[in-house]
């Protein structure tokens, strides 16, 4: 953690309600560009640093189990009150399981889950957590997300490209070069 954000930062930023990141609808390119993954109605989609996204809402919609990571109990409690469910929890391997419908939150560090923790997905929807990272902590965001997704897996990954000199995020600069 020593080049992104701490995590109690995180969980201050939440607590205190500086998430201008948070958007309030479903992103356009979510919408434009999941069909293209020709996924299984039914398929569980895992989204890393999920936050209280609606894009989990959008994608629930569409048969989709929604299987995301958080380490904010604000965040997860937000999005569950958001749609007004109540989901049961319960405690594997370090991280707080929240589920209700088709969601499931895992509270935790999101580099420290398992796929044992998660669970099958089938696919992954990224639109915060590559960008979210300084360059320093997207090799082990990788590492995580190459250890939770099965060989073949589908995956939409949101980025950003600019000059980083301009801003220093987050969102961070990413480019193309660099996811692939």
């Known amino acids: 953690y020593d080049e992104c954000m701490q995590p109690e930062q995180w969980l201050e930023r ?4 500086q998430i201008g990141f948070h958007q309030s609808t479903v992103h356009p390119l979510l ?4 069909p293209r993954l020709a996924l299984p109605h039914d398929a569980r989609v895992y989204v890393p640093l999920c ?3 609606l894009d989990m809402a ?3 919609a569409r048969g ?3 299987v995301g990571s958080e380490l904010s109990p604000v965040a997860i409690r937000d999005f569950y009150a958001g749609l007004g469910l109540q989901p049961g929890r319960s405690e594997t391997d370090g991280f707080v399981r929240h589920a209700a419908g088709p969601y499931e939150i ?4 999101a580099l420290a889950l398992d796929a044992a923790v998660l669970g099958a997905v089938a696919a992954a929807y ?3 957590a590559l960008v979210a990272l300084r360059p320093g902590m997207r090799v082990a ?4 997300m190459a250890r939770l997704l099965p060989r073949g897996a589908r995956m939409l990954l949101v980025a950003c490209e600019y000059p980083q000199e301009l801003k220093d995020g987050p969102p961070f600069s990413v480019e193309a070069r660099e996811v692939r």
């Open 58 to 60: 959008w994608l629930a």
């Open 14 to 17: 939440w607590r205190t309600g």
């Open 106 to 109: 895992l509270e935790g560090d």
């Open 64 to 66: 989709h189990a929604v």
């Open 51 to 53: 936050g209280r996204s």
């Open 126 to 128: 990224d639109r915060a």
């Open 141 to 144: 965001h990788a590492a995580t």
């Open 31 to 34: 919408q434009r560009w999941w």
